[in-house]
């Protein structure tokens, strides 16, 4: 069974279209994030919901919303799509709370490339 | 202000040869330290921690790393690497004072030749 699964694995889109990726966690855990890793590996957190509150909103363009029916679910929809929108993004979770020392477990990616 | 630095953006050994993969933290209070591994397409995959007590840690596929308080250092390290330990290993700090935030550093590909 798939920890953290995300889909799509690939999208492929244009300029200016709107386009979503959801993420599910079946491991029962409060917290889940975005991240976004650029072309050169580096990854930014985004955002982080714990038990479907918002906790963490980075400096992101609003045209990124992040969305959580459940805490096991987490949402992206992103507006408008532009080039530099072009990255791979994860999606994350962990035990949550004051739980510090708790790992991330990591979906396997989406890589969205923008023409 | 949070923050992990991995000096090299890679590092080559050749099999049965030691690894050492080097992370410096800055963080305010007391600081809770992982390695992670990505091998290619995939998602980050967690191989160890230091929270508190011991040094040195041990964790995943044979890999530890040694916790250094004065040095601000939480290096990777495996005895004896293999071709299949080639990937890209990051350091992540999350602190008390960044709340839920894990920081990542901007990774170290690990080349192991045979």
């Known amino acids: 069974d798939t920890a953290v699964s995300q889909t799509p694995k690939y999208l492929v889109t244009q300029m200016g279209n709107d386009k979503s990726i959801k993420c599910e966690q079946n491991?029962?855990?409060?917290?889940m994030y975005w991240y976004k890793q650029d072309s050169k590996k580096f990854l930014k957190i985004m955002f982080s919901y714990n038990n479907k509150e918002l906790i963490i909103n980075e400096t992101v363009p609003n045209r990124f919303s992040p969305k959580s029916p459940d805490k096991a679910h987490l949402n992206l929809h992103i507006n408008s799509l532009e080039l530099g929108d072009s990255a791979v993004y994860f999606c994350?979770?962990?035990?949550?709370?004051?739980?510090?020392?708790?790992?991330?477990?990591f979906g396997n990616g989406t890589r969205l490339t923008v023409t | 202000a949070q923050s992990v630095a991995q000096p090299e953006d890679q590092v080559n050994v050749a099999e049965g040869n030691p690894l050492t993969v080097k992370c410096t933290y800055s963080?305010?209070?007391?600081?809770?330290l992982f390695w992670y591994v990505q091998y290619p397409n995939r998602g980050l995959q967690f191989l160890l921690k230091?929270?508190?007590?011991?040094?040195l840690v041990k964790g995943s596929y044979g890999f530890e790393a040694e916790f250094n308080k004065s040095q601000t250092s939480f290096h990777l390290k495996k005895p004896s690497a293999l071709v299949s330990d080639s990937a890209l290993y990051f350091c992540?700090?999350?602190?008390?004072?960044?709340?839920?935030?894990?920081?990542f550093g901007a990774g170290t590909r690990l080349f192991v030749k045979a």
């Open positions: 992540a700090v999350r602190g008390p004072t960044g709340g839920f935030k894990t920081i």
């Open positions: 230091y929270i508190t007590g011991d040094n």
């Open positions: 963080v305010s209070g007391n600081p809770y």
């Open positions: 491991l029962g855990h409060d917290t």
């Open positions: 994350a979770s962990s035990q949550g709370g004051q739980d510090y020392n708790s790992p991330l477990h």
